[in-house]
């Protein structure tokens, strides 16, 4: 064994360390300084985020451009309008060209065929 050892070698082969007996109180000044970091950087995220959002804001202005927020908001409340009082879910918008006009149509395809047909026949079918 080496005689010349130091202290810090017998701490590092596993001998006894010495107490400090302000530890607890420098890990306590460790911490609070540690949390106090963390606050002064969330506070200059936040401020550098704000000055971003002013600027978005300020392009959204100029180009007319809503935030998606906005967007959504604006669509759920036309949902609702048009679901007032309902109770099932809202209906899908008839397309123009659809709906009573297409049974007329048919009468007259109808009518249409039937008068190609020999006199007998479309007695049956007019009946």
Sequence with gaps: MLVWATKDMGKMLGGDEEKDPDAAK???????????????????????????????????????????EEKEAEAQAALEANAEGSLTRPKKAI??????????EEESILDTV???LPGPLQDMFKK
């Design 26 to 68: 420098k890990e306590e000044e460790r911490q609070e300084a540690l949390r106090q970091q963390e606050e002064e950087r969330k506070a200059k995220y936040a401020k550098m985020e704000a000055e971003r959002e002013v600027m978005r804001q300020g392009i959204r202005d100029k180009y007319g451009i809503k935030k998606k």
């Design 95 to 104: 397309p123009p060209g659809c709906g009573d006009e297409e049974e007329e």
């Design 114 to 116: 039937i008068k190609y």
